[in-house]
């Protein structure tokens, strides 16, 4: 299992040239943000209550990951074509 520094690396790194923090909350769980490109202070896409513990193989890190890209392209479609939000939990 990768250290929490790793696994937060992994996550940040993989959107960019966009700004994306991962951050451990007080029960364990991580939350994600991804920011807006041009507006850096504005939130795109936060994702909360993920657990670390279910990300534990890179299988698992690759589809969280493509998972939250997905609900950030989403967020950017027009309304009607926008799904419901995706389970991470």
């Known amino acids: 299992m990768l ?3 790793e ?3 992994i996550i940040e790194g993989s959107f960019l040239p966009k700004r994306c923090e991962c951050t451990k909350a007080e029960d364990a769980s ?3 943000r991804v920011y807006d490109d041009r507006d850096r202070d504005r939130v ?3 994702v909360k209550g ?3 513990d279910k990300l534990d ?3 698992a890190i690759c589809n969280l990951i493509t998972g939250l890209r997905e609900d950030l392209k989403q967020s950017h479609a027009p309304v009607l074509q926008r799904a419901g939000a995706r389970g991470y939990h």
Request: proline residues 6%; aromatic residues 0%.
């Open 50 to 52: 993920i657990h670390p």
């Open 7 to 9: 696994l937060r690396s």
């Open 57 to 59: 193989s890179s299988r």
């Open 44 to 46: 795109d896409l936060e």
């Open 3 to 5: 250290s929490e520094l």
């Open 30 to 32: 991580l939350t994600i």
